[in-house]
């Protein structure tokens, strides 16, 4: 029994001591949060070292009684879904922390700070839970310090955003806490009723249809806001535009994949008949936001939404893949998020460097920057490449295994080869507007008056190679990765589709 | 003398009264400022070591009085909460030049009358105990004799308060009527002998759920509330807001839970749309309030609402009871505690804080702000807050009872409440602080005692085990 996964969960919270005692020095506070991130990021790997690949159940868990009198524990554990979105996170987190730190923050850096530390204990405590109720705080506790990242650091129209923001997610959330709640009545009789993911599994064989239509509902609802899918996503852009650029990565990066993670490890394998009963809707959502995104991104004239509109294009692939049901378009959903996480992180890192510079994000201000900033320019291009899909890079292998598994299913109603070439007109989109995009911010006359400002600095390089070094790697050899995801993905997948259980809710 | 010594705590509390009393004109006005609180709260806290209750669980003074653990959970809250209210208001008070001896008296006289309907297992015992602790409400209300909006406050708070403690009376005469007796059991077993609803019973339910109801802060019979709360001093109205409020529901768990029990059929649809109908009307109305005080007030009428489901869930047996308990414990930490909050604020000629007063508060008063925000971000029920286990809490016997569609409505009430509360944080955290504002005085003891209580909204939201543990004993002798 190790406490890996209670230690990730711990320390960034043990970095919060010494922030607050030397709040007041600036310097101490950026050294005392890049520290932390960077023990957070190095224990990550750490604990997928430890991973055992090729198995599907939960490894290094921890589980112990928190609240005995109602059945709820502290349950954590990793399973192949999980074990690479938590290092993908404290990268994240770590990069974030460490940009900050390089002057794009002016004011309140140690509480500034402080809201990223527990960020980070949210963002890493949601992949690690295994009870709904543990799941349920950690995925609340993301909430807080990003209201207050968007709201105290954010832009011009910050507080309607941040607002917006919150007040959509806790709708959803709400409502899914109405679900855990029933989810919980319905586990048992009263002194054995429990909220452990792996119990209520085994219970799961006496959830009745209705009851599996409404809270799949109410937990879909609350997944659906935070991914966002198409309708619930108009959050979204007004949040990405206010955010300060770490606040953009991570909210991109990883809270976002709550949303989809979520889907995965409760949702599908609690509700198999609920599922069955929403799949329509659930695909032809994905493709609508794929489409959508697409053209909505493309009409964009400020740079951070346009990023922030393909978001909801990319993670309309992660929801198609997760519904199809099968394993290809399963893996190709978890590769997706976590490309998603690395690319668009990304991008609005070098949206935020290059705004640092010129102040301006709309594109038809921009324009000829290839010419001043040429290691900007190349880093900047490759990214835009592997978030349309190019062979070679990241982006690829997750969209095509989405849509390999999307062309086999053969769901209701229409079928894969009725669904699968419509998302695959959203990968040319993705290359129009992204491209296009990218000729006009770095083609073309420059301004004079950004003629003296310098290519990249050190700390910004320092930020972007670690995720241009993934986007390749996850590119050229996806096996590995593939290899870690499939065994448990499969289980979700059986558990979803188990043919026995679905007739037995619906008689 | 086990009959006395089963009252220990109330006798205990009124001794402190008087003594009080006393002392505020023996000790003179330099010494007694000092002095006064400290008797308070010691004599408090005595009474909470004398509620480890030296005799055993049962009835006493001819079954006039009961002690039991849901007596005991009660006293301990209103005594818990009575410290509290005291802890935050010396340096207010001394600010405001309002007489203190009569002050902290009347906190210790309420709240000898919320620990009676604790007690009570007879409606007359209920009714001397509900009087006991209302009055010196009223009382409280207009403590600041020279300010006009606080004898408002105390007027319309009296008046309707009398109303409804006539209309409360009546019902219960129409149930001594009904079932020929007035101690608790035995009109339960009257109602479940003699079948249940004829004209005469629903006549007095409907007569003592109003009257409580009044009691309560219960929509439509709210509207003593907003002006009440606003008008009176601001640390009157924390107290206000919190023990009163978790007397009457006291009353209501031994009332209608308890002695009605049995006609449960017809009054739980009743309280569950009430639930609703209040929850909903709190928070829209709070929604459009530019107050803090006012909003708080009309905020603390969605609470009652969030509790009310849980009453109207009662049968779903235990857990239902419990998640009353707990959800008064909570509320009156959090609630106390952001009250208690705009005594910062609350300077010279201001009327409780307007929004545009707290702007840039985490500036001017950062442990304060930070209070604040973990009241407000419990009361919007986020965790890890006492509030969201709560929350929590109640929600789980509302659908156990089968009342899904009020879980759904708590559920969206809970988002229209994150609005306003959450505004409050915008206010304090993300605007700069306008123009000249009146320096802040900065009150050690205030800062000290929201600190220690905002310490324990966290704390209890992470480990409420006990708490949990202990609502639910104290919540079984409410099952029949």
């Known amino acids: 029994m190790t406490h890996l996964l209670t230690l990730l969960i711990v320390i960034p919270l043990a970095g919060l001591v010494p922030l607050v005692i030397f709040r007041r020095d600036d310097r101490a506070v950026k050294q005392v949060a890049i520290t932390t991130t960077a023990v957070e990021l190095a224990l990550s790997l750490w604990m997928l070292a430890q991973f055992h690949i090729g198995e599907a159940d939960f490894q290094l868990v921890e589980r112990i009684d928190w609240l005995p009198s109602l059945g709820i524990r502290y349950f954590v554990g990793v399973d192949g879904i999980s074990v690479l979105l938590v290092p993908m996170t404290t990268l994240l987190t770590f990069i974030s922390v460490l940009y900050s730190s390089g002057g794009a923050i002016k004011m309140r850096l140690a509480e500034y700070m402080t809201a990223f530390l527990l960020l980070e204990v949210g963002m890493v405590g949601v992949f690690l839970a295994l009870d709904l109720f543990l799941f349920y705080v950690f995925f609340e506790l993301m909430l807080v310090p990003m209201y207050l990242i968007i709201g105290i650091w954010g832009g011009p129209r910050r507080i309607y955003s941040t607002l917006k923001f919150v007040l959509f997610t806790l709708a959803g959330s709400l409502l899914m806490l109405v679900g855990i709640v029933a989810v919980y009545l319905a586990s048992g009789d009263a002194g054995s009723r429990t909220l452990s993911l792996p119990e209520l599994i085994e219970a799961r064989g006496s959830f009745s249809a209705d009851f599996q239509f409404w809270v799949f509902l109410a937990f879909g609802l609350a997944f659906a806001i935070k991914l966002p899918m198409v309708p619930f996503h108009t959050w979204l852009p007004d949040a990405h535009v206010e955010a300060p650029t770490a606040g953009s990565i991570v909210l991109a990066g990883v809270l976002l994949k709550a949303g989809g993670y979520g889907f995965l490890r409760f949702a599908l394998p609690l509700f198999p008949f609920g599922v069955q009963a929403w799949l329509p809707a659930m695909i032809l959502l994905s493709v609508v936001a794929i489409l959508y995104g697409a053209v909505v991104s493309a009409v964009q004239k400020d740079l951070k939404k346009l990023v922030a509109y393909s978001s909801v294009a990319h993670m309309g692939f992660v929801t198609l893949g997760i519904f199809v049901l099968n394993q290809q378009g399963g893996v190709g959903a978890v590769l997706q998020m976590l490309n998603h996480g690395f690319v668009t992180g990304a991008l609005f890192l070098f949206v935020g460097i290059q705004y640092e510079k010129t102040h301006r994000r709309m594109i038809a201000d921009l324009g000829g920057l290839a010419n001043i900033w040429p290691v900007y320019t190349t880093l900047f291009g490759v990214f835009v490449l592997a978030s349309l899909g190019l062979p070679g890079l990241n982006g690829f292998v997750g969209e095509f295994l989405v849509l390999l598994g999307t062309f086999r299913f053969p769901g209701v109603p229409l079928g894969g080869l009725f669904w699968g070439p419509l998302a695959a007109i959203g990968v040319i989109l993705a290359a129009v507007y992204l491209l296009w995009m990218f000729q006009r911010v770095m083609y073309g006359p420059i301004r004079e008056s950004y003629r003296l400002l310098p290519d990249m600095t050190r700390l910004e390089l320092a930020c972007a190679i670690p995720l241009l070094v993934l986007t390749v790697v996850l590119g050229v050899v996806p096996q590995p990765f593939i290899a870690i995801i499939e065994p448990s993905l499969d289980r979700v997948v059986r558990l979803a589709t188990d043919p026995g259980l679905i007739l037995m809710a619906a008689r | ?480």
Not at chain 2, 53 to 65: A, D, E, Q, S
Not at chain 2, 116 to 122: K, P, Q
Not at chain 2, 165 to 179: I, M
Not at chain 2, 333 to 345: R, T
């Open chain 2, 1 to 480: 003398m086990t009959d006395v010594a089963a009252v220990y705590p109330e006798i205990i509390v009124t001794i402190v009264a008087c003594l009080v009393l006393v002392g505020d004109t023996a000790l003179g006005r330099r010494r007694a400022t000092a002095a006064l609180p400290a008797i308070t709260v010691a004599g408090l806290a005595l009474a909470i070591v004398a509620t480890v209750t030296v005799v055993p669980l049962g009835h006493y003074f001819r079954g006039f009085v009961v002690v039991d653990a849901f007596t005991g959970f009660f006293r301990a809250v209103f005594l818990l909460l009575a410290i509290f209210a005291t802890l935050v208001s010396p340096e207010y008070l001394e600010r405001r030049r309002i007489p203190a001896g009569e002050y902290y008296a009347t906190i210790c006289f309420s709240t000898v009358g919320a620990m009676t309907i604790a007690l009570s297992s007879d409606l007359i015992t209920l009714f001397v105990g509900l009087e006991l602790m209302t009055i010196p409400i009223y009382v409280l209300a207009g403590i600041q004799r020279g300010d006009r909006y606080s004898n408002e406050a105390a007027l319309k708070y009296f008046l309707l308060g009398a109303f409804s403690s006539a209309l409360l009376l009546y019902g219960f005469a129409w149930l001594y009527g009904v079932t020929r007796a007035t101690d608790f059991a035995a009109i339960a077993s009257y109602l479940v002998a003699n079948g249940v609803a004829s004209g005469p019973t629903i006549v007095a339910l409907a007569l003592v759920t109003v009257g409580l109801g009044f009691k309560a802060a219960v929509v439509p019979f709210h509207q003593w509330t907003p002006d009440a709360y606003e008008g009176a001093p601001t640390p009157a109205t924390a107290f206000m807001s919190v023990g009163p409020k978790a007397a009457a529901f006291a009353a209501i768990l031994r009332v209608l839970v308890g002695a009605l029990g049995p006609l449960a059929v017809d009054w739980s649809i009743v309280i569950a749309v009430l639930a609703a109908v209040t929850m909903t009307a709190g928070n829209v109305v709070a929604l459009a309030q530019g107050n803090t005080k006012r909003m708080l007030a009309y905020s603390s009428i969605a609470h009652t609402g969030y509790i009310l489901a849980a009453v109207a869930a009662s049968r779903a047996g235990v857990s239902a009871g419990a998640a009353v308990l707990f959800y008064l414990f909570a509320y009156g930490l959090m609630n106390l505690g952001a009250f208690a909050c705009l005594l910062y604020v609350d300077l010279d000629g201001t009327r409780g804080a307007s929004l545009d007063e707290l702007n840039g508060f985490a500036r001017r008063e950062p442990l304060g702000a930070l209070a604040f925000a973990v009241f407000l971000v419990s009361l919007t029920g986020i965790p890890p807050t006492i509030g969201f286990i709560a929350k929590f809490y109640v929600i789980q016997p509302v659908l156990d009872a089968g009342l899904a569609w009020l879980a759904v409505v708590i559920a969206l009430n809970a988002v229209l409440a994150a609005f306003y509360y959450l505004r409050v944080v915008v206010r304090m955290y993300m605007y700069d602080p306008e123009g000249a504002v009146p320096r802040l005085v900065s009150p050690r003891l205030l800062s000290t005692s929201l600190g220690v209580a905002s310490a324990a909204v966290v704390i209890l939201g992470i480990v409420p085990n006990s708490l949990l543990e202990w609502a639910q004993r104290a919540a079984q002798p409410l099952v029949r």
